[in-house]
């Protein structure tokens, strides 16, 4: 089992910054890949950006240039910087665990979820 604490959600007017963290505790796998997901009011949840533990990174299109993911691993640790906030970004951003247990077979774990507000 992995345990997923989020923290730094909060909210905030247009054009602002926020940082998230997400700290994974338990049975960490060597190999893993740490992101966020966010869900607004109404939508499905979608991918923000993920890392891997060779801190390989990928963006949804909507954030690139304004999000940065990054991770410590020796925290188990993964960040997620958000700059130039929109109102459209306001939505539960949920941390996200994938360990690989062996070939073809990963193991996926959620945060509970923070709130992120923007106001315009």
């Known amino acids: 089992q992995v345990h997923l604490v989020e923290s730094g959600g909060g909210l905030l007017q247009a054009g602002g910054s926020l940082r998230l963290s997400c700290a994974a505790s338990g049975n960490i796998f060597s190999i893993n890949t740490m992101g966020w997901y966010r869900q607004a009011p109404g939508k499905q949840r979608e991918l923000v950006a993920t890392?891997?533990?060779?801190?390989?990174?990928n963006y949804a299109d909507s954030v690139k240039g304004r999000f940065t993911i990054s991770r410590d691993n020796a925290k188990n640790t993964v960040y997620l910087q958000m700059n130039s906030l929109k109102p459209e970004d306001t939505a539960v951003y949920y941390c996200?665990?994938?360990?690989?247990?062996?070939?073809?077979?990963?193991?996926?774990?959620w945060g509970q979820g923070t709130q992120v507000t923007v106001s315009s």
């Open positions: 890392i891997t533990s060779g801190r390989s990174s």
């Open positions: 996200n665990y994938r360990g690989r247990v062996s070939d073809g077979f990963w193991r996926e774990y």
